[in-house]
């Protein structure tokens, strides 16, 4: 059988064809890829929603338990406790707070112009609790609660940030250290539930 030799014409609806299908293709292709990211912009901002909601509710929380804390402390200042006293219950509230927070509360002290304990401090002799922010930033406050900047502990390379208060005495400040530990690891277990498709198997 004789081939059929093919005309100009035939090349040209060839050329056509190949060109549609490819021009589909590449459409088909870019609006999957819109999609994936519309999808994926769409669980980060609802993610981002709940880490807020989680981070409110979690200030809340501390806030809180700083005011009981404060309102003991002044319950044992109006009773005259000793410093031997005071300083007892501080690491009571300590060990307690470290224990129903999974480490996250994980200090708290006190300090007035002639009174300081911070449980597991090894105070050297240059420090003055009076100048620190967290102090500062309290008397500055005036009895509302103050919160310092996050910054990194040197111990653990958790971010972590201060809340403290001052009492009625104007004088003595207490504070509790908070890490952000938990807020840390949902935001590196979202990244990478999002984004660790990215890397594939490089």
């Not at 509230?93 to 090894?122: L, M």
């Not at 005036?142 to 940030?161: A, K, N, R, S």
């Not at 004088?171 to 952000?180: A, G, I, N």
Request: charged letters at 25%.
């Amino acid at each position: 059988m004789k081939k059929r030799k093919l005309k100009p014409i035939d090349w040209l609806i060839i050329l056509l064809i190949i060109a549609v299908f490819t021009a589909v293709i590449i459409m088909t292709s870019v609006q999957t890829l819109r999609t994936m990211n519309s999808r994926i912009e769409d669980t980060a901002m609802l993610r981002m929603d709940t880490i807020r909601a989680e981070l409110l509710e979690s200030l809340t929380a501390d806030q809180n338990a700083l005011k009981r804390f404060a309102d003991s402390v002044e319950q044992l200042q109006e009773r005259n406790a000793t410093e031997e006293e005071l300083r007892s219950y501080v690491r009571r509230v300590k060990d307690e707070q470290a224990v129903r927070t999974n480490g996250v509360n994980f200090n708290c002290y006190v300090a007035s112009r002639s009174f300081v304990y911070i449980p597991d401090f090894n105070m050297p002799e240059d420090y003055h609790a009076t100048e620190r922010s967290w102090y500062v930033g309290a008397v500055d406050a005036h009895g509302e609660i103050y919160l310092t900047e996050p910054y990194i502990d040197q111990m653990t390379g958790e971010i972590c940030f201060t809340m403290s208060v001052m009492l009625k005495d104007q004088d003595m400040v207490v504070s509790m250290d908070f890490t952000l530990s938990e807020i840390q690891q949902s935001i590196d277990k979202d990244y990478t539930g999002l984004y660790g498709w990215v890397a594939g198997d490089d």
